[in-house]
């Protein structure tokens, strides 16, 4: 089991969730693997932006991996924050129905790739972050930071939220190249990667690092 998040949104999460159930799914059976969105915001994005093609995060894991059962426990409309998007349709999302929804895929699935809602600090309601869903479900987390100038302030200060929330970070992934803009030359990234882990203690690995340490410890 693991929990996925990101410095910020867009940064890559569920590229890497596939990632990690196709890395999961060369040692377990794929029938033994889901995937869960607690909370998804923007299923109608496509129409607010036009021609611009959007699909849910958990509808991209269904054309990528169509054979792995995906679940989600609250979907909004609208492409907000989840506090801001609930509010819209009058709900006040509840973290012990993610907690319930949770415990019951654990019982069918051996693993199970639960995605966050953009970053560590974003709210799903007046007192509770995304961070708290992590937190009550107990899971390691791994978090994606983008390979752009700026990322040592974003990545360190997410983990030292995460470290106040009481959340095991497991892993750093860096995110891909092309799915950001603005990246870093190398030797200035490399630079920006190793302050991360120095003043973090924190390492970046690969998704099949990840998978590995998860499966052996």
Avoid: W
């Amino acid at each position: 089991m693991i929990f996925i998040t990101a410095t910020d949104t867009g940064v890559g999460k569920t590229f890497f969730s596939q990632k990690i159930i196709e890395a999961v799914a060369q040692i377990i059976d794929r029938r033994d693997i889901a995937y869960y969105k607690p909370i998804q915001c923007g299923k109608d994005a496509k129409e607010l932006f036009g021609n611009i093609f959007y699909e849910a995060d958990y509808q991209c894991i269904e054309r990528s991996c169509p054979d792995i059962d995906t679940y989600c426990t609250y979907e909004f409309d609208f492409p907000a924050s989840p506090d801001y998007a609930s509010s819209l349709e009058n709900i006040v999302i509840d973290i012990n129905k993610i907690v319930q929804d949770f415990q019951k895929l654990i019982l069918e699935y051996k693993f199970v790739v639960v995605e966050g809602a953009g970053g560590l600090a974003v709210p799903i309601n007046s007192t509770e972050m995304i961070s708290d869903v992590a937190k009550a479900l107990n899971l390691a987390t791994v978090l994606v930071t983008k390979p752009v100038l700026g990322t040592i302030n974003q990545t360190l200060l997410s983990i030292e939220h995460a470290k106040a929330k009481g959340l095991n970070i497991h892993s750093l992934i860096l995110a891909e190249e092309d799915s950001v803009s603005e990246v870093m030359e190398a030797s200035q990234l490399e630079a920006s990667l190793n302050s991360i882990e120095r003043f973090s203690g924190i390492e970046f690995r690969t998704v099949a690092e990840v998978v590995q340490a998860r499966f052996i410890s």
